[in-house]
Each structure stands twice: as C-alpha cells, then as structure tokens.
C-alpha cells in the first residue's frame, strides 16, 4: 500500500481518505474505459483491495469514485460538498480557543458533523481576509470577525448552514 498516494473523496456529503486511486485511474486510462455502471463497479473493486468500503456504502462510493475518476480524466465535474467546513481564525489566544471550543461544543450537542480547523497561521489568515480575530468562517463565508459570537448565534448560522448542504 502506497502512503503517498492518499486522496480524499467526497463520498455522500463526507470526506474520505482513499489510498491507491491515482495507480487505479492511470491503470484504468491507459486501458480504456467502459461505459458509467461498469466503470463504477470497477473502480469500487479496485479500490477495496487497498480501502474499506462498507458493503452498505457501495453505491454512494460508486458515484463518489466514478466523479473522482472524471475529475482524473479532465472532465469539468461539479464539486460534491463535504458537509459544513469551518474554521476558526486566530493564533492560539484565549478568545480563539475559547471559539473553537464553543464551536466544537455546538456540533457535539447539534448532532453536525463538520470539517473543523483552527487555522493559526498568520499568513493563511491574512491570505483566507477575516478582519480581525477571532474569526469564524462557515462553508467559505465569514460570518463573525474580532469578537466571540454568543452560542445562540452560533446555533443559527451551523443551522442554517447544514440546511444549505
């Protein structure tokens, strides 16, 4: 298994890392492929020799590997969100930590999955714009800078977010 060669794939709303693919689709362009449905299938087992793929799941990695493979080919393929992405800007003060730890909070008590960071370096922040910090940003939209917004704010924008995936 090649540990260099991981991607992630967005597979039903979720990021997933998959080892092995980039070997997969070059060995499947340089064969030619075949129509949808049977390329699907053949990527799905292909890609089970190096990964878990959940029996259950087999259809939504079908969809998620057969867009990913386009994506490989060149094909203008739209983006599948991977659920909420947020980030919390700020180096490392108390009221940035005092942010993610609320937000975190938040989705354990909503139920929400997200993909979380703390994004602390200073020059990421200063390229990602947020105006002061700390910043909130949800699904590439900042919605909260300089300040701890409160909880019931909060609840609304991942709320309202979540509807929109």
């Not at 540990?3 to 499947?28: A, N, P, Y």
């Not at 030619?32 to 990964?51: C, F, I, K, P, Q």
């Not at 980030?87 to 940035?96: D, H, K, N, S």
Request: charge should be negative.
């Amino acid at each position: 298994m090649d540990q260099s060669d991981i991607r992630q794939v967005v597979v039903s709303g979720t990021k997933v890392g998959l080892t092995g693919l980039t070997k997969i689709f070059e060995t499947l362009r340089n064969q030619g492929h075949s129509t949808g449905d049977e390329l699907a299938a053949r990527l799905v087992e292909l890609a089970r020799e190096s990964n878990y793929i959940p029996p259950p799941a087999e259809d939504v990695y079908r969809r998620a590997l057969l867009r990913e493979f386009k994506r490989f080919m060149g094909e203008d393929v739209p983006e599948e969100r991977g659920g909420l992405e947020i980030r919390v800007f700020g180096a490392g003060c108390p009221r940035c930590d005092r942010l993610m730890a609320e937000v975190m909070a938040l989705l354990a008590d909503l139920e929400l999955s997200a993909d979380l960071d703390h994004v602390k370096d200073l020059d990421q922040i200063g390229r990602l714009g947020p105006v002061g910090v700390p910043a909130l940003m949800i699904n590439g939209k900042i919605v909260s800078a300089g300040r701890v917004p409160n909880r019931n704010e909060l609840t609304k924008w991942l709320k309202a977010a979540q509807a929109y995936e």
